[in-house]
């Protein structure tokens, strides 16, 4: 070994010393690791030491779940590889080397470069169906909103790279198509004369690489992705769903997904309406996100309204119904599922009677952390009777209040402070359909999460 090699390895060592084991970063997946910090760490990279060309930096992805500068990862048939991502002095390339563990020992199989500022993302996943997970890497690259994608598959100990022509702002791998392989989901943020777009694309067993299926075209006036998701958007449909902000922080909604008949990506929820403009029924200033709120298995929008309210009222005060919407595919329609008032700052939510809908209307006290549920009269256009109180207290709060008028609902835990949250029935006396127990109020409030 030469004298430079023998430096490289000792500046290796000293690192391993330094960092310990969580400056790698840990995974939550499962199939990705981290190398152990062992003689496995020291061995990976020594390797790494002895090919490059001169002094390199490790590099760390961005996002995803997968945070780890060396990866190590099985391909679904118990063969082991590793990944590290790293720069060199020499020159402005990222690179990612690859490596093969044979017998306990590892082996390495080569490194490929990429023009890039740093690493989006890693994710491991089987897109031709042969058993054998394939390794995205998601490059930066020197347009903000734009990452490059590359995927190496392994066999036999031996690693290709299949290039990926499109570039990406957000990628995710399902199978909207219901096809024989994965889908590559790749979602675009407009630039220059490039519209915003959703590609799928698919490995091809003639090329022997992803190529493009299907394409089409994102709200143009979407300027960023809040949240992007697949999952069943109906009863046997699979589907991708995007909740994008515009400017001004209006939040919108779209979902794709494959129609058999036509052969094609299709997009329901935005058109062009009578003006000219570009109309979607999910386009809202809350920034209440897509979500399967009624646990069912799948995926609601969000249709969002402000409730009746009388023209003394402050509009900031008044409550919004927060419709949650599915799209019924052979209907061609939104169906509603749920109706809720949300309390994002207080952390909690609520399930409307099916009778109060458009009979009942709430207002917010966020000083006193209340909102109060009246009945609304259609007819002189004003607010009627109080019906309940919901309010958010801290624990001293609480100990201090009768326990006779809140009942707790449930504890915020992971608040600080702790709080609880009530709810009291004020009219206990009033008349059906209107009428509501503490038993069915507690069944409808809920605590407000990312899952709910």
């Known amino acids: 070994m030469n004298l ?4 490289a390895l000792c500046l290796s060592l000293l690192f391993l010393l330094l960092t310990g084991c969580s400056e790698v970063g ?12 062992t003689g496995e760490r020291a061995e990976i990279q020594t390797l790494i030491s002895e090919h490059a060309a001169s002094g390199y930096r490790l590099k760390y992805p961005l996002r995803g779940e997968n945070r780890s500068a060396i990866t190590v990862f099985t391909t679904g048939k118990n063969e082991e590889y590793a990944a590290a991502l790293y720069s060199t002095d020499s020159d402005t390339m990222m690179n990612v080397s690859l490596m093969a563990n044979r017998d306990g020992s590892w082996r390495w199989l080569g490194s490929f470069s990429k023009a890039s500022t740093g690493v989006d993302q890693l994710i491991l996943s089987d897109i031709n169906k042969d058993g054998r997970d394939e390794l995205f890497v ?24 299949m290039a990926v022509e499109d570039s990406y702002t957000d990628v995710l791998l399902d199978d909207l198509t219901r096809g024989t392989n994965k889908d590559i989901i790749l979602l675009s943020l407009g630039s220059g004369q490039q519209p915003s777009s959703v590609k799928v694309l698919q490995y091809s067993d003639q090329e022997k690489r992803p190529i493009g299926k299907f394409a089409a075209e994102l709200d143009p006036e979407v300027t960023a992705f809040v949240q992007v998701q697949t999952g069943d958007i109906d009863v046997g449909v699979r589907g991708l769903v995007v909740d994008g902000e515009k400017t001004g922080g209006v939040l919108t909604t779209q979902l794709f997904y494959y129609d058999q008949i036509t052969n094609d990506l299709v997009e329901p929820l935005l058109s062009v309406g009578d003006s000219g403009l570009l109309t979607n029924p999910t386009t809202r ?44 595919v052979k209907k061609a329609e939104l169906q509603v599922k749920l109706n809720t008032v949300i309390n994002d700052s207080d952390g909690y939510y609520f399930i409307l009677p099916d009778p109060w809908v458009g009979n009942v209307t709430a207002l917010h006290d966020p000083e006193k952390r209340e909102i ?10 004003t607010t009627g009777g109080p019906l309940l109180s919901v309010r958010r207290f801290t624990a001293s709060e609480w100990e201090k209040q009768s326990s006779a008028a809140y009942t707790e609902a449930f504890t915020l835990d992971k608040s600080s402070p702790s709080a609880v949250i009530g709810l009291r029935i004020i009219d206990p006396d009033a008349e059906e359909p209107m009428k509501l127990t503490v038993k069915d ?9 990312k899952s709910s």
């Open 26 to 37: 840990m995974s939550d997946q499962g199939l990705m690791r981290p190398p152990r910090a």
């Open 138 to 161: 998601g490059w930066k690259t020197f347009t903000a909103s734009k990452n490059a994608l590359t995927v190496y598959s392994f066999e036999n100990e031996q690693a290709r790279e």
């Open 441 to 449: 109020a507690l069944y409808k409030l809920k605590p407000l999460s």
């Open 372 to 381: 109060l549920f009246y009945q609304w009269d259609t007819a002189a256009s």
């Open 4 to 7: 430079k090699k023998r430096i």
């Open 285 to 328: 200033k809350d920034t209440v996100t897509s979500r399967d709120i009624d646990e069912d298995g799948i995926i609601e929008v969000p249709v969002v309204s402000q409730m009746a309210a009388s023209a003394t009222e402050k509009g900031s005060s008044v409550c919004s119904n927060t419709a949650w919407k599915q799209w019924e």
